[in-house]
Antibody
Framework: QLQLQESGSGLVKPSQTLSVTCAVS??????????WSWIRQPPGKGLEWIGY???????YYNPSLRSRVTISVDTSKNQFSLKLSSVTAADTAVYFC????????????WGQGTMVTVSS | SYELTQPPSVSVSPGQTATITCSGD??????CCWYQQRPGQSPVLVIY???KRPSGIPERFSGSNSGNTATLTISGTQSFDEADYYC?????????FGGGTTLTVL
């Protein structure tokens, strides 16, 4: 059964780059019906979609974050990654990776999330 | 940018029916999903494609979507259903989430 596990920099200084990785286990990332997403949730607030990438490497980003976001995939390691540059306190959040199934049109599997705090 | 609007909170008595709405321009022309998030946990998909339940989700959960409003209905609500619920749709290749609704079972 497919499982997702995030890992990354728990504390990042303002203006630096946040980096988080999602390890995929229990299956292959190369299924054509899947894309791989990042979603974040600031403390006490709602969910915000960051972007997704296909196993072929084509990314799509939230327009509000596009200038600062890079999502990449490494199918040989069965993982995908998020980099967010020029971070501020507003980027403090739990970062979730999620599997988007094109057949169901939904994020049907989520990782447990990793907290990233932006602070000097 | 596209917006989805949910009521911040809904209260329901145990055993009664809870209704959570999600409003957006021409939302009925898009597929809508619903996610349940209990405190400290990751979101879980409860409804996809407006009214379909993933395996393992009780029949008490149902959905509809028409016009500008999608609705999540939980019949025979249990204390176990207390959680935040988020609707989600796609607009111009971007995923959009509603602000979330806290369901309280009194």
């Amino acid at each position: 059964q497919l499982q997702l596990q995030e890992s990354g920099s728990g504390l990042v200084k303002p203006s630096q780059t946040l980096s988080v990785t999602c390890a995929v286990s229990g299956g292959s990332m190369s299924s054509g019906s899947y894309s791989w997403s990042w979603i974040r949730q600031p403390p006490g607030k709602g969910l915000e979609w960051i972007g997704y990438i296909y196993h072929t490497g084509n990314p799509y980003y939230n327009p509000s974050l596009r200038s600062r976001v890079t999502i990449s995939v490494d199918t040989s390691k069965n993982q995908f990654s998020l980099k967010l540059s020029s971070v501020t306190a507003a980027d403090t959040a739990v970062y979730f990776c999620a599997n988007y199934d094109n057949k169901s049109g939904s994020f049907d599997l989520w990782g447990q999330g990793t907290m990233v705090t932006v602070s000097s | 940018s596209y917006e989805l609007t949910q009521p911040p909170s809904v209260s329901v008595s145990p055993g009664q029916t809870a209704t959570i709405t999600c409003s957006g321009d021409k939302l009925g022309t898009k597929n809508c999903c619903w996610y349940q998030q209990r405190p400290g946990q990751s979101p879980v998909l409860v409804i996809y494609k407006d009214n379909k339940r993933p395996s393992g989700i009780p029949e008490r959960f149902s959905g509809s979507n028409s016009g500008n409003t999608a609705t999540l209905t939980i019949s025979g609500t249990q204390s176990f259903d207390e959680a935040d619920y988020y609707c989600q749709a796609w607009d111009n290749s971007a995923a959009v989430f509603g602000g979330g609704t806290t369901l309280t079972v009194l």
